[in-house]
């Protein structure tokens, strides 16, 4: 099992925000193959901007680096005056999807941030390995976490664990 290159996870992001409708701004950065901190945070603050301009309320709208890393961890009502929860609810997606749903994805994909991650994971290792293999999987004890959620994910798909999450990674 091979992760995918960091090429093609920023090609296969560019793609699918096309189809979805990312706005050009978030297009721009996407392309570029490198997602910032200040662009994500530019694209939060455009995201929330949005929302509270259609009278959506947002809490949470700050930086914080409780995982390790500088994230913004923002929520937003479920409902908003004059509109029913799915009005709501799709004015929200509609915001976050246009301006930031996909640079917020890349940007925890980048390899900055996956590296503070995977010295988080580190402590849970040998009992994601353990595991894995109790659940069928033959897996280098050293792969990549990435490799480890590819192989926890075959276990999942045939009905058994998430070893990862039963390790208490909680990422």
């Given at each position: 099992?091979?992760?995918?290159?960091?090429?093609?996870?920023?090609?296969?992001?560019?793609?699918v925000?096309?189809?979805?409708?990312?706005?050009?701004?978030?297009?721009?950065v996407?392309?570029?193959g490198?997602?910032?901190?200040?662009?994500?945070?530019?694209?939060?603050?455009?995201?929330?901007?949005?929302?509270r301009a259609a009278?959506?309320?947002?809490?949470g709208d700050?930086?914080t680096?409780?995982?390790g890393?500088?994230?913004?961890?923002?929520?937003y009502a479920?409902?908003?005056?004059?509109?029913?929860?799915?009005?709501t609810?799709?004015?929200?997606?509609?915001?976050?999807r246009t301006?930031s749903?996909?640079?917020?994805?890349?940007?925890?994909s980048?390899?900055?941030?996956?590296e503070?991650?995977d010295?988080?994971f580190?402590p849970?290792?040998?009992?994601?390995?353990?595991?894995?293999?109790?659940?069928?999987?033959?897996?280098?004890?050293?792969?990549?976490?990435?490799?480890?959620?590819?192989?926890?994910?075959?276990?999942?798909g045939?009905?058994?664990?998430?070893?990862?999450?039963?390790?208490g990674?909680?990422?």
């Amino acid at each position: 099992m091979t992760p995918p290159s960091w090429g093609e996870v920023v090609d296969a992001t560019v793609e699918v925000a096309r189809k979805q409708g990312a706005s050009d701004d978030q297009l721009a950065v996407l392309e570029s193959g490198d997602v910032t901190f200040q662009q994500y945070e530019a694209a939060v603050g455009r995201t929330v901007e949005c929302l509270r301009a259609a009278g959506i309320d947002v809490v949470g709208d700050t930086v914080t680096d409780a995982s390790g890393y500088p994230e913004i961890n923002y929520s937003y009502a479920a409902s908003s005056t004059g509109r029913t929860d799915a009005e709501t609810d799709a004015i929200s997606q509609e915001c976050i999807r246009t301006h930031s749903q996909f640079i917020e994805g890349l940007y925890r994909s980048t390899p900055q941030v996956q590296e503070v991650v995977d010295e988080r994971f580190e402590p849970y290792r040998q009992a994601v390995v353990t595991c894995l293999e109790e659940n069928g999987e033959d897996v280098d004890a050293s792969a990549p976490r990435s490799v480890l959620e590819m192989h926890t994910a075959a276990v999942v798909g045939r009905g058994g664990p998430h070893c990862i999450a039963e390790s208490g990674f909680t990422g």
